[in-house]
């Protein structure tokens, strides 16, 4: 199995402006509600639950800076969602470093 597959900062706003696109973020509560990107869906990797997944939309993984995103696409894989292949590698750091909204 190779890794994810990886999607730019452009790419993604415009999906997520567009709706055909959700960020999971996998990281966990306290870092998530410290601040994440608009519209982010939490599945944190402690307890991460294939089932949440949303079907209707390309999911985006993301986590701080890439690392757990991923882990989160592999478990991802073995539950059989061979459709959740993308993560947002430079995470949420990434994000705020490009002076992005940041949802609380």
């Known amino acids: 199995m190779s890794g994810p597959k990886e999607i730019g900062i452009d790419a993604l706003k415009a999906g997520l402006r567009d709706g055909s696109m959700i960020v999971v973020d996998v990281r966990e509560a306290a870092e998530f509600d410290a601040g994440h990107i608009p519209g982010s869906l939490f599945n944190p990797l402690s307890a991460f639950d294939v089932s949440l997944l ?51």
Request: charged share 20%; proline share 4%; net charge positive.
């Open 54 to 104: 949303p079907k209707d939309k390309t999911v985006i993984l993301s986590c701080r800076s890439g690392n757990r995103s991923k882990t989160a696409f592999a478990l991802a894989q073995a539950g059989g969602r061979t459709d959740v292949d993308t993560h947002f590698a430079p995470g949420f750091l990434g994000w705020a470093a490009a002076n992005e909204t940041i949802e609380h």
